[in-house]
């Protein structure tokens, strides 16, 4: 693919990906259920939390992102309940993305399918 072309699938999944995103995460050794927001200005808000053996863990998360290649970064600015995430960039293939379904890879290599709701 063109540098043409990946700018603008990168600007296609920008414009795509602004809105309010449910996912869940079933991995071992916890299963994270989260919604992510990513707003028009660059800035995004994810939380929620993670299960294991009937146990809860929240999180919230905030920061900036951004879409290059198709993969989907997130500089993690504030993390009050994991600190040792701020300052770290998190980064996700983009697989698709449409009106209502986001396909994702992560970090390590698990495909999820996140789902839009409510209103952008």
């Known amino acids: 693919m063109s540098d043409r072309n990946d700018d603008a699938t990168d600007a296609a999944y920008t414009r795509l990906l602004?809105?309010?995103w449910q996912g869940d995460e079933t991995s071992k050794p916890m299963d994270w259920h989260h919604i992510t927001?990513?707003?028009a200005d660059g800035t995004w808000l994810g939380f929620g939390a993670g299960e294991k053996n009937g146990v809860f863990?929240?999180?919230f998360n905030s920061g900036t992102w951004s879409v290059k290649a198709s993969c989907v970064s997130l500089k993690v600015e504030e993390s009050p309940m994991m600190p040792s995430l701020?300052?770290?960039e998190l980064s996700y293939v983009t697989l698709s993305v449409d009106a209502n379904a986001?396909?994702?890879k992560t970090s390590a290599g698990s495909v999820i399918t996140s789902r839009r709701f409510g209103k952008s």
């Open 102 to 104: 986001w396909v994702w």
């Open 57 to 59: 863990q929240p999180f």
């Open 86 to 88: 701020v300052g770290q």
């Open 37 to 39: 927001i990513f707003n």
């Open 18 to 20: 602004v809105g309010k």
